[in-house]
């Protein structure tokens, strides 16, 4: 947020360490005018993240923070000039810590949720249910394919539990992290054309004015990754068809299991088509890279196959030879595939990239969900309907449509741009009174 805020004088984001597990319990304090970061580190380790787990290690982390940041914040308002004034306090969603010292210093703060606005509203559904008999439904197995009350076309398996933690600790972490507290607003990564509904309902809810002003890929931020990427794929890209290629990328943390690759690699082989592959080192459990996967992965994967361990993904989905894109859909990578009008398949792996495949399949209609276990038949016949049926060609055809209208949210007078301006305009009047 700070490039397009900047014009409010200092501005305060607060972000964890690069790794969306918090791999390393770093905390920084960014304030881009005047260039400046503070870091400081609690007393947290990798080994508590391993001991722990992500989302019992992100509840300490806010416990472990909460004063340091106090203590920084207050030293950074004392040696502030009188023309160096801070506008507010921006937090993710899950770095409550920021609360309550934005509170003694009497600053504005606004949440910024980095998800989708349906799945800022599931957390605010489960929040409020009896915890109890949410676990309870939550393991009853004949309710999974049943839609959960009040979120269709969701059902209870759909919903954003973690993959990282025990499910008894999701509605303790989801009461915090829509709980609103003191904030004066929330801001989120959306666009109106995508979740209308969901946005509507959430302004209704929440005590505070909500504003999507998203994609941000869009409107003003160029993706940086934390992995280096292998540029050698563009110029494979550079010699197919166009539409002729699926793109395979499944994040940065989803772990695949060696009898799945293989599976993938025979459905992706007997489908004739060309696919672009990122493995991601350490995605295979025991396993450095491919090495674990038998020679006849190898085999099946060098006709029509490009292997890498990453991706410059947003030129990779810009490709022209792109028609497809295989993801975990994350929230991110989602809006990015939506942002070059290129349809997905969809095998979510935790969180809200479960109600995000949901959507992209039966909302938004330019997606295949595929669920279970993989199987070769499967995988096959999923790349066929993207890239070679008829049905693939009208999820093209949509998802060109949902680009157009994305693009247009983020110019002057477009949904996300009025947002935007609604919410620098709400920070100007508060810091006038």
């Not at 304030?31 to 992500?54: E, V």
């Not at 909302?363 to 309907?385: D, F, H, P, S």
Request: net charge negative; hydrophobic share 40%.
């Amino acid at each position: 947020m700070s490039l397009l805020l900047c014009n409010l004088g200092k501005l305060f984001t607060l972000k964890a360490s690069p790794s969306p597990l918090f791999r390393h319990s770093i905390i920084e304090l960014a304030l881009p005018k005047t260039s400046l970061t503070l870091t400081f580190s609690p007393s947290l380790t990798d080994s508590d993240l391993k001991n722990l787990g992500p989302v019992q290690f992100l509840m300490k982390l806010n416990q472990a923070c909460e004063a340091s940041f106090k203590q920084c914040l207050g030293q950074i308002l004392k040696e502030q000039g009188d023309n160096d004034e801070i506008a507010c306090v921006i937090y993710d969603e899950y770095m409550s810590l920021s609360k309550a010292a934005a509170k003694e210093f009497q600053l504005p703060s606004v949440v910024f949720s980095t998800t989708s606005a349906t799945a800022f509203l599931c957390r605010s559904v489960i929040a409020k249910v009896n915890a109890d008999k949410f676990l309870i439904d939550m393991k009853d197995l004949e309710l999974q394919d049943k839609l959960f009350p009040g979120l269709h076309p969701l059902r209870y398996k759909d919903l954003p539990t973690s993959a990282f933690g025990p499910i008894e600790s999701i509605p303790r972490v989801y009461s915090e992290t829509v709980n609103t507290g003191t904030a004066s607003a929330v801001i989120i990564n959306t666009a109106n054309c995508l979740e209308s509904s969901s946005l509507a309902r959430l302004q209704r809810q929440l005590q505070v004015p909500v504003y999507p002003i998203g994609p941000l890929h869009i409107a003003a931020f160029a993706p940086s990754s934390l992995i280096e990427e292998d540029r050698s794929c563009i110029e494979w890209l550079n010699m197919q068809k166009p539409t002729s290629v699926i793109y395979i990328s499944l994040g940065s943390l989803a772990l695949m299991e060696a009898k799945d690759m293989l599976e993938m690699a025979w459905g992706l082989s007997n489908s004739n088509q060309h696919f672009l592959w990122v493995i991601r080192p350490g995605s295979i459990p025991a396993s450095e890279w491919t090495e674990s996967l038998p020679e006849e992965f190898t085999k099946l994967v060098s006709e029509r196959g490009y292997i890498v361990k990453w991706a410059p993904q947003m030129e990779v989905l810009k490709h022209p030879a792109v028609g497809g894109f295989w993801s975990h859909c994350g929230w991110n990578s989602t809006l990015e595939s939506i942002g070059e009008g290129v349809p997905m398949i969809c095998r979510p792996f935790t969180g809200d990239q479960k109600v995000n495949a949901r959507y992209l399949e039966n909302v938004w209609r330019i997606g295949v969900q595929l669920e279970g276990e993989l199987e070769k038949e499967v995988v096959e016949r999923a790349v066929k309907r993207l890239l070679v049926d008829e049905e693939g060609a009208y999820m093209r055809k949509r998802a060109i449509e949902l680009k157009e209208k994305l693009e247009s949210s983020v110019r002057s007078g477009g949904s996300s741009c009025s947002s935007l301006d609604d919410f620098i305009n709400s920070l100007k009047m508060k810091s006038s009174i």
